[in-house]
């Protein structure tokens, strides 16, 4: 079925056949939907989905996990313990959905709010919070769990993800590759260039566009004048808009996503419609040019309230697991600010490290300026 992703509707239950193939009636185009905002399921005709009740409190748990370890992050950096932080609340069911959906051989490309992917993929929340404190040069070895670093050059990593899954059809592995990236980075020419490429070499990438209405204070409507996923048409690929606030929705449009591209089908644009309920990052005062209406819009579309309201209407969760899931997002929560405010400052010349591989003179002269610069501040304390 489709659906307009703002109008108010009346919840449709799932009957087993089409749920209506309607062309949205709003002003939005329509979106893939299977879990409406008042937690019913509905069907869609070409993604289907059938999780059994301990995959849906699985999804339940890692948004909730998330949101908690987010949560904890923005106030830590509050706090003074970390340096900036980027705040995923909002988009836990496009990153938990999408996350869920890949493969441990897949390659995963973020940006710097990834972290519901990366807590899919098997990283250590608190690796990522060694990045923002800023006592690392990066966070985690990408290898260990295929998840790339976190990438602030908006939109490169769109390269980076078709120059690997290039490579990874090459090697004739069915391996896909990820990128993901916001609707501001959609405007840049490194997105265009890995459209092109994706298209023509028929990379096996699937390009995850978080849609979350902003990029810091630019509205999407600044980034284009076509629903973003329409884009993809012009390259050669398919693009489709899911409900990125709707985990199941989401988790099935990525699964099919990656199945064509590993299938050799290609690439595919994923527009995940969604919304960026707090600050771009803890450095952004968003009540400078957006209304708190707009944020009680999407208020009542929220992803993890949407799945819990299915849990109970369903009857797939009791009290004892609800509760259970407090005690271990309160832990969760412990362990990430007792680790962060006891991870050791690095020694400042370790950052020359791994600038080359082999060593650099250029490197080596900017190593001994600085350890003299550095040497400087110990004489006067000395004087
Ligand atoms: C090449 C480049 N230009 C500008 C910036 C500054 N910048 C950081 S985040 C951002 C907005 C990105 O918006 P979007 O792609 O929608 O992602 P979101 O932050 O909303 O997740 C900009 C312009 C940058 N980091 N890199
Ligand atoms: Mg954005």
Redesign the pocket.
Known sequence: MTVDSTAARKPRRSSGKRAGAKKATGSEPELVQLLTPEGDRVEHPDYAIDLTPGELRGLYRDMVLTRRFDGEATTLQRQGELGLW?SLLGQEAAQIGSGRATRDDDYVFP???EHGVAWCRGVDPVNLLGMFRGVNNGGWDPNENNFHLYT?????QALHATGYAMGAAMDGTDSAVVAY??????S?GDVAEAFTFAAVYNAPVVFFC???Q???S?PTERQTRVPLYQRAQGYGFPGVRVDGNDVLAVLAVTRAALERARTGQGPMLVEAYTY?MGA?TTSDDPTRYRRDEERELWEAKDPILRLRAHLEKEGLADEAFFTALEAESDALAKRVRDTVRTMPDPEPLAMFEHTYADGHALVDEERAQFAAYQASFADEESN
Not at 152 to 156: D, H, L
Not at 181 to 186: I, K, P, Y
């Open positions: 980027a940006t710097y709010r602030i050059v908006i939109g490169s990236f916001g609707d501001g980075a959609s840049q978080q849609n979350n902003w990029a810091i630019e960026r771009h």
